[in-house]
C-alpha cells in the first residue's frame, strides 16, 4: 500500500446531525477536517416530485441506485433513513425538542438483562443544547389556524392532554424580525450556502419528509455544513467509508469508495479507491451506517468490546391513522383538517413517564403527520370504488341529455362531480407516535449484511397505551381509527433507529464514554444517533446534536498533533511467491469444516465454547491443490495449496481466501504425533487482513480417536497476512470440525492430473493411509524399567487434543 497520499487532523464520516455539527465545531477551530458523506448534495430544486425521478431515488449501490431514501427491512422492524448531504435532515419533520430531564435514566432494568443507563444528563446537553437552536433557528408553527393543527389542539383539550406548538427548524419568514410570508427569498446568512441557490419561505406544501424544493427547511447543508465550508472544511459527496485502521503511532487509516458523478457508457458508475489518514476519526453515519462500520472493522479494532450493535432502539415509532373525520355541527358532514396543507408536523402531544408520575408507564409524544400536497390525489383516485361510481353518474347523465335531445353543452357540473370532493383526504390525518421504548435489540452482521434481532414484544405495554392514546384522537375526532398494515404482524416502521455503538460507563456497558470517544480506541469518537444507549423519547435530532457539540467541545480541550503524514504509515512487508511446482503430477480435493469462533478470544476451545452459545458461526470451503503429489510425498513438509473461502457473519460474510497453505502429517512435538496444518489468507469487508492458522493433531491416545484426530481442527485468528513459521498477533480463535456428510462428499471430490491420474491419487492415498498406520498402528514403546516413573504430561497441540477428547 506504502504511504499514504492525505493526512488530516479530523476525518468525519457522514453529514447528519452528529457529523455535521462536529465538522463546523472542528473547522470553526482551525483543524483540517475531510467530511466524507456517501450520498450526494441535494440544492433546492432537486429532490424527485414525479414517478420517473421517485424511481431513481433509493440508495442500492450495489444495484445502481445512488438516491435519498435507503429503505431497510429487518426481521421484526422497518426503517427509513437518508443518504444525502445533510443526512436525515433533509427528510425529517423540522422537530427539535430537548430530552425530557428525567428520561435521562440511570440503572432502569430491561427484560432480557442489563440495564438502560444515561452516563450525561440533561445539565450536561443543556448548554449544548442553546448552541444548536442558535444555529438552527427552530420557532414554533406561526400559522396556529391551520385546520390539522385545530384538529389536534381540539381532541387534546377534549381528552385533557397535554398539547404544545414544537419548535420548527423552518423559514417562514424572509429574516428573523420580519412576519411569516410563503415563498418569499430567505436573506443568506454570512456564512454563506454551499448549495449557492436562493431559498425561499416555507409555502406549506407538507413536502418535508420527502425533502424541500424550496430550501425553506433549516437543513443541515444550509446551516452547519454550509458554515464548516465557510471555515475551510473539504466535504466529498458520494464517499462511502468501508475500513478503519488504527495507526502504530496513533491516529487512523480510512478507506473509502468513491463513485463518479454519474453513470458511465455501460450505465455503471465507476468507482475508485481511496485512503485517508487522519489524528481523530469522527463517525456520524447514522445507526446503521455506523455501527455497520463497526462490526466489519471488528478485526482493525480489536478493543471495542462485546457492546458493538448493542441497546438498538426506534425510539418507539409507531404510525396510525384518523380517517373520514366528522363535523359536531348539526349539519354533520366532513370535519376539515387538510393533513397536507402546513409542515409536515405542527402540533404534539406529550404523555408523562413512570419517572414523572409514579405507575404512568414509559413516556410518549403523539403528533400529526401530514402529507404531500400531491399525494391527496394518489389517494383519491385510489379509491376504485367511489371513483368508478362517479363516473358511472356521469355516463349516465350524458346518456340522458342526448336521449332527450336535451341541448346541454356546458358539462363543468359533470366535471366537478368525477374528480369529486376529496372527502377522504380533507378530512384524515396520520398521527406518528414515539417514545421511551425498551432499547434491548442487537444489531448484527449476516451474510454480510446489517440484521436486527429486535420485538415489539417487550415494549407492547408501551406500544399499546400509545395506541389508545390515538385511538381516543381519532374518536375525538369522530374519525375511524386505523393502524398501518404491519401493526397485524407487530411490526413497525422507524424513522429514529438508534443504538448499536451505545454510552457506557465500561467497556462492558457501551461502546463509547461520557464523551463518545473509544474504549481502548483514542481519537475514535462515535457523534451520532448509535451512541444513544436508548430512546431519546421525543424527536432525537436536537438531542443528537448536542451530544455531537459537546463530543467535539472536549476534544478541541486537547493539544494539537502535528505530526505528518510520513510520520505516521506503515509499512507493509512484501511477500515472494513461493517456487513453482516441479512438472509432474498432481490431486486435489474439495474440504468443507464448520464450527464457531470468537474475536478477542486466544485460546482454540474457549473461543468455540463461547462462540457456540453466541451463534458466531465459522466455515470454510478449501479446494486443498498437491500440484506435484512425487514431490509433496518426498517433501518433510507435505506442502499444497488451499484456495476457497471463508464464511463469518463476525467478519462479514463469505470472504474468499487470497492465498492458501495446507500441510499434511508433518512432525508434531515428539515422533508419535503428526499435525495436519492449514493457513489461509483472507480480508474482511473492510479490507482489513487477517490470517486463519489452524491445526490437527493425529496422536495415538487411549480409546478409538483417529475420526476426532483427522476431523477437529483448532484454529486461531492473526492480524494480518502472517507468513508460515512467523507468528502474529491473536486476535480470535476457535474449533472447526467435519460433518460425517461432509466427508462423505469430500471423498467424491479428490481428482488427479497428469498423463495417469488414477495412480496420482492412489500414490497420495497410499501415503495417507502410511501416516496414519505409523501414528496408530506402531508398535507400543518398551515398558519403563522403573514402575514408579511417571509419563511426563503431554504439552502443546497434543494437550490440546487431548482436552478437547475428555
Known sequence: MGAAAEHVDAVVVGSGFGASVAAYRLAEA????????????YPPGSFARNPYEMSKAFWEPKDELFGLFDVRSFRKIESIVSAGLGGGSLIYANVLLRKD??????????????????????????PHYDAVEKMLAPVPNPYPDLPKAKALRDAAASLGLEVFSPPLAVSFSPRGDAAPQPKQVIETPGYGNLHESTRLTCRLCGECDIGCNEGAKNSLDHTYLSAATHHGADIRTLCDVYGITPLPGGGYEVRYTRYAEG?????????????????????????????????????????????????????????????????????????LINGSYGPVITTAIRRPDGVDEEGAGRGYYVEEAGFPEFANWLIETAQVGSQLQRTAAMVRELVAYRLKRHNESTISAEI?????????????IPLLGMGRDTPDGRITLNDGELDIAWTSQTSMTYFD???????????????????????????????HPLGGAPLGRHVHEGVVDAWGESFGHPGLFVVDGSAL???????PSLTIAALADRITEHLLERPRSRRSAASIAADVRAVEPDEGPLAGSGTRFTEQMKGFVTLGETDSMTGWARGRQLAQRFMFELTIDAPDVERFVASSRHEGTASGFVDCDLLGGRLPVKRGWFNLFVAGDDDRTREMRYRLWFSDLSGTPITMYGFKVVRDDPGFDLWTDTSTLYITLLRGHVLPDDDGE?????????????????????????????????????FFVK???????????????????????????????????E
Not at 104 to 126: A, K, T
Not at 469 to 494: C, E, H, Q, Y
Not at 533 to 539: A, L, T, W
Open 771 to 805: 501416516a496414519l498406520r505409523d501414528v496408530y498402528l506402531r508398535p507400543a514403546p518398551p515398558a519403563r524399567t522403573d514402575p514408579t516413573a511417571a509419563e511426563p504430561p503431554a504439552s502443546g497441540p497434543a494437550a490440546t487434543a487431548a482436552e478437547a477428547r
Open 465 to 495: 397505551a400509545m395506541r389508545e392514546t390515538m385511538r381516543s384522537i381519532s374518536d375525538s375526532l369522530g374519525a375511524t381509527f386505523r393502524d398501518n398494515p404491519l401493526w397485524w404482524t407487530k411490526r413497525v416502521v422507524t424513522v
Open 263 to 335: 453513470p458511465g457508457e455501460d450505465g455503471r458508475r465507476a468507482r475508485t479507491e481511496h485512503r485517508i489518514t487522519c489524528e481523530h476519526l469522527l463517525l456520524g453515519a447514522g445507526t446503521f451506517g455506523t455501527t455497520s462500520l463497526l462490526l466489519r472493522n471488528r478485526v482493525g479494532l480489536p478493543a471495542l468490546g462485546r457492546a458493538v450493535g448493542s441497546r438498538f432502539s426506534g425510539n418507539g415509532d409507531l404510525l396510525t391513522f384518523c380517517m373520514d373525520a366528522r363535523a359536531t355541527t348539526e349539519a354533520g358532514g366532513v370535519r
Open 533 to 539: 444507549p436508548g430512546p431519546v423519547g421525543p424527536n
Open 416 to 428: 366537478a362531480k368525477l374528480i369529486g370532493q376529496g372527502r377522504l383526504t380533507s378530512s384524515s
Open 30 to 41: 482551525g483543524r483540517s477536517v475531510v467530511v466524507l458523506e456517501r450520498g450526494r448534495a
Open 730 to 766: 491473536v486476535v480470535g480463535a476457535g474449533m472447526l470440525r467435519i460433518l460425517p456428510q461432509d466427508f462423505a462428499r469430500q471423498l467424491t471430490t479428490f481428482k488427479g492430473s497428469g498423463q495417469t491420474p488414477v495412480r496420482t491419487i492412489g500414490g497420495f492415498a497410499a
Open 101 to 126: 430531564e428525567r428520561w435521562f435514566v440511570h440503572d432502569s432494568p430491561l427484560p432480557g438483562g442489563g440495564y438502560e443507563n444515561w452516563p450525561i444528563g440533561r445539565s450536561d446537553l443543556d
